[in-house]
């Protein structure tokens, strides 16, 4: 069964998972999907719009081979109080945290600029 995501399944069991890279125009949470800007070990980040402040957002979950991984979804959870008891220019501001359809995500603040790697 299609989920109201891009690319989300059902697996018999209940449990989800991504099959490719959200689509730009997939809604997560109350946030549209731009774009997909980066990947890494422990997540994919995505170019979004937040409606609601009107403004650009970058919004992060786990690759799917973590997704339903209880000890990555805690770790990420964590990674969201550290980020979000840090007040620094260097650092994005974490704006919120939230889960759709068992799709955990982070919102930051999305700052423009060449890619590191």
Request: aromatic fraction near 8%; proline fraction near 5%; charge should be neutral.
């Amino acid at each position: 069964m299609i989920g109201r995501l891009a690319g989300l399944f059902l697996i018999p069991g209940g449990s989800l998972w991504f099959s490719k890279v959200m689509s730009p125009g997939t809604q997560l949470g109350r946030y549209k999907i731009v774009e997909h800007i980066a990947a890494g070990g422990m997540g994919e980040v995505y170019l979004a719009h937040d409606p609601h402040l009107d403004r650009r957002v970058a919004v992060k979950v786990l690759p799917a081979r973590l997704a339903a991984d209880a000890v990555a979804r805690e770790r990420l959870r964590r990674e969201a109080l550290a980020a979000a008891a840090l007040d620094h220019p260097y650092i994005c501001k974490l704006f919120d945290i939230g889960e759709e359809h068992e799709v955990l995500f982070l919102v930051m603040e999305f700052i423009d600029g060449a890619n590191p790697s």
